[in-house]
């Protein structure tokens, strides 16, 4: 059932409100007039929604610091480690596929805060 919530709030995090846009803390600040500029011009649109889908499967803020990222993919993998659920070979395969999502975002995360594209 843990499972199921995990997949509720991932998808609930990447849902866009309102006018189709989103509020990016990371690489946009908002303007006065309400609408938006971006910070760091080397980072596509893309980009943007790659690296907030890594930080919703790791649930964490959008733009935590490494040491935070790091911490919540330790976190997320004794939660979800396919050993753990061992004995129903779907809950393990399910697990597997979880365990790598969470192993990119994390590894996509460090990426990028490596090449100084997240401050």
């Known amino acids: 059932m843990e499972i ?49 889908r890594y930080y919703a499967n790791l649930e964490i803020p959008c733009g935590s610091d490494l040491r935070t990222v790091k911490k919540a993919w330790k976190q997320m993998l004794k939660k979800y480690h396919p050993d753990l659920h ?13 365990t790598q999502g969470l192993t990119t975002a994390y590894n996509e995360i460090k990426k990028a805060h490596k090449e100084k594209l997240i401050h």
């Not at 509020?23 to 971006?38: I, M, R, S």
């Not at 004995?87 to 399910?94: A, C, F, I, L, M």
């Open 4 to 52: 199921l919530n995990r997949v509720y709030r991932i998808i609930r995090s990447n849902i866009k409100f309102g006018r189709g846009e989103r509020y990016d803390t990371v690489n946009a600040f908002e303007l006065e007039n309400g609408g938006y500029e971006k910070q760091n011009s080397k980072i596509l649109e893309n980009a943007n929604d790659d690296m907030a």
């Open 86 to 98: 061992s004995r129903d070979t779907k809950k393990q395969q399910t697990a597997t596929r979880l």
